[in-house]
């Protein structure tokens, strides 16, 4: 039976529409995803498949989370309210303990910080409260030397630099996103979902294997098969009986109400592409939030090589994934973006003016991004080099 796909494209994004096609044909037939994207701020692609989906449907998005917060810090950077290469003492003194002390913002916004958790793990509710997961990790000693190599903090790097943004500025990360991003732009990107916008949410399909994703973390579901204690275990919570993998988090009101800024983020495909729209393009007469030497300072690579977490190949400029290197090597090399392990991927492409927006309600197994996001991607930045 065929699969209607929802929707619409602009003149010139018909190769998308009919990759979305050919790819949702061969999906399982519960699937549903969106995808979306903005060319120079102008929505070119709107899609949508699914039986019970619709355009609007809003998913957790897991670690694609890191962008929204990321990108309020990076905006306080360029208001100079936050300093790249100050150390993370001059903010918040506490983080020193356990030889952490010379660590800059910089190499933390890079994943070098070494504290990707604890050595005991975080409760659930402790891993909805950005404040206990900082407190915690404050005291925690790294698990290599800070700034000498890198790994994703996937579950904490959000509560690490909302501690530094919340220390600078007496507000917290998500209230500051609220504020400064997701309102002036009416964004269905949430960092804790109102209960009224709950009955937009989509919680997980239940768990079915399916091909593993493109090279990144391991497997959510299951403890690394080496044990409970190595660095991915403990980056992904896994020690003891901890809370559900990542990717299934947001299935919990706990997280999404407080949406701690690392995995907590709620969105739809059309708020993740219009975060990025937003952060590198003039939207609707507004400027972009980002000038051009923050977006080519926060692109710059800054971690790239072996991730100690993923245990494989990574590339991080600062607090976004350099995506061209990580994921799709035909974009431009200043592309920014975050990918999440329930499969969402979000970024920007400022060569080419294009923002992308993927998300999908989780139920096969992926790792980073779902690896359909390839050659959906490919097939907008070809149209949009067209445009």
């Not at 061209?324 to 920014?336: K, N, Q, S, V, Y």
């Amino acid at each position: 039976m065929t699969k209607e796909i929802h929707g619409t494209v602009a003149d010139g994004y018909a190769s998308v529409r009919a990759e979305f096609a050919a790819f949702v044909a061969g999906e399982r037939p519960d699937y549903e995803g969106q995808l979306c994207a903005h060319v120079r701020g102008r929505r070119v692609v709107d899609l949508w498949a699914g039986p019970q989906g619709d355009g609007g449907a809003l998913h957790g998005v897991d670690s694609a989370t890191q962008g929204a917060a990321h990108l309020a810090v990076a905006l306080l950077v360029q208001d100079g309210t936050l300093e790249l290469d100050r150390r993370v003492t001059y903010y918040w003194p506490e983080f020193g303990a356990e030889g952490k002390g010379t660590l800059t913002l910089r190499d933390l916004l890079a994943h070098r910080a070494g504290v990707v958790g604890t050595d005991t793990g975080f409760t659930l509710a402790e891993l909805a409260d950005d404040r206990v997961v900082a407190e915690r990790l404050a005291d925690q000693r790294p698990f290599w030397r800070p700034g000498t190599a890198f790994g994703h903090h996937v579950l904490v790097i959000g509560a690490l630099t909302g501690e530094i943004v919340r220390r600078a500025t007496g507000h917290t990360l998500q209230e500051l996103y609220e504020e400064r991003v997701r309102v002036p732009y009416g964004l269905d990107f949430f960092l804790g979902l109102p209960a009224t916008r709950e009955p937009r949410f989509r919680a997980a399909a239940p768990a079915a294997d399916g091909p593993p994703g493109p090279a990144g973390l391991p497997d959510a579901s299951d403890a690394p098969p080496e044990g409970p204690h190595t660095l991915a275990s403990v980056a992904l919570n896994r020690q003891g009986a901890g809370p559900a993998g990542p990717e299934r988090l947001t299935d919990e009101r706990m997280i999404r109400a407080r949406g701690p800024a690392s995995m907590g983020g709620v969105a739809s495909a059309r708020g993740l592409a219009g975060l990025y729209a937003a952060a590198v393009c003039e939207v609707d007469g507004k400027a972009p939030l980002l000038k051009p030497d923050t977006v080519a300072e926060f692109g710059q690579l800054h971690s790239t090589g072996y991730d100690l977490v993923t245990r494989g190949h990574a590339s991080y400029g600062l607090g976004f994934e350099a995506t061209g290197d990580t994921w799709h090597p035909f974009l431009g090399a200043g592309a920014i973006g975050q990918s999440g392990a329930a499969g969402a991927q979000g970024f920007a492409d400022p060569a080419v003016g294009l923002a992308y927006g993927y998300v999908r309600r989780p139920g096969t197994r992926t790792r980073g991004p779902a690896p359909e996001n390839g050659r959906l991607a490919r097939a907008v930045h070809r149209a949009a080099l067209r445009d």
